[in-house]
């Protein structure tokens, strides 16, 4: 069931204790959309309510069900509230992925020494490869939109001020650790087409595929250098077939907009 949440008024929240199935608070142009694909592959019967993606901060409406207000959240039966990408990820798949096709079991290890191949070694590396896009990704791009949407936003006359400004923070550091992270995720994809040498995608390319598209979509990340030259070619590639799956296409038309360009949004 979908339902679509226009502000001012919202259609009502349910209460978390009154819920059958997973029900996801789903704001548009967002990391929720990690959330509504991995549902969609998973095959959940879930409940979705979309809220605009409006300029300002998230609706005040999410803060019915948790005091932070963001988005996703996931109204579980039984009344918990689950919110966090990260968090989210790991409850889906551990709950409804029975067949492993998407994550790995992990039985508890007898030795700190890990062997590539080690379930709970791919479970460590599967948290750093996350960490690089909700830590190291996200906190440098959602810097970079700071500055960006304040320098279009802001009196004509202090323009100039804040694009000096902006530039000089992408010159400083923005650009050497957003492009130091995609370096990272480059070597570590590997020769593979998922991550961790997947036969499926799993939860590191669920996840990371919306903070690399959110570094690329505004132009902060460029697929081909100035020269005409291919960067980040297994990336890119890795894109395209993320973005071919049927569950991807499905969670694209029910999550009612996916346009991470805000910038131009904003008018750039």
């Known amino acids: 069931m979908l339902t679509l949440a226009a502000n001012p008024t919202c259609p009502p929240i349910p209460d978390p204790a009154s819920v059958t199935k997973p029900t996801l608070l789903h704001l548009q142009h967002s990391s929720s959309q990690i959330i509504l694909w991995l549902l969609e592959e998973l095959k959940v019967d879930y409940?979705?309510?979309?809220?605009?993606?409006l300029e300002g901060p998230a609706p005040p409406e999410l803060k019915a069900t948790h005091p932070q207000g963001k988005?996703?959240?996931l109204l579980l039966p039984g009344g918990r509230v689950l919110t966090q990408v990260s968090a989210i990820t790991?409850?889906?798949?551990?709950?409804y992925d029975k067949d492993y096709?998407?994550?790995?079991?992990?039985?508890?290890?007898?030795?700190?020494?890990?062997t590539d191949k080690d379930p709970n070694?791919?479970?460590?590396?599967?948290e750093q490869l996350v960490c690089i896009g909700i830590s190291d990704i996200a906190t440098k791009v959602g810097m970079a939109l700071l500055w960006h949407g304040i320098s279009l936003k802001s009196p004509f006359f202090m323009r100039p001020i804040f694009n000096t400004t902006?530039?000089?923070l992408h010159?400083?550091?923005l650009d050497a650790d957003i492009s130091a992270a995609f370096e990272t995720l480059e070597m570590e994809l590997g020769e593979g087409e998922w991550f961790l040498g997947r036969k499926q995608p799993g939860r590191v390319d669920f996840v990371v595929h919306y903070f690399v598209d959110i570094a690329v979509r505004p132009g902060y990340v460029k697929f081909t250098?100035?020269?005409?030259e291919e960067r980040y070619p297994k990336l890119k590639a890795w894109m395209s077939r993320c973005e071919a799956r049927e569950a991807w296409k499905r969670s694209l038309e029910k999550g009612g907009g996916y346009d991470l360009d805000f910038p131009k949004r904003w008018g750039a």
């Not at 790991?90 to 709950?95: G, I, Q």
């Not at 070694?121 to 599967?126: V, Y």
């Not at 250098?225 to 005409?228: A, D, I, L, S």
């Open 47 to 53: 409940e979705v309510i979309i809220f605009p993606r």
């Open 71 to 73: 988005s996703p959240q």
């Open 90 to 95: 790991m409850y889906l798949l551990r709950t």
């Open 101 to 114: 096709t998407f994550h790995d079991s992990f039985p508890p290890s007898s030795t700190a020494h890990f």
């Open 121 to 126: 070694w791919i479970s460590i590396k599967e």
């Open 166 to 168: 902006r530039k000089y």
């Open 171 to 173: 010159k400083l550091f």
């Open 225 to 228: 250098g100035e020269n005409g």
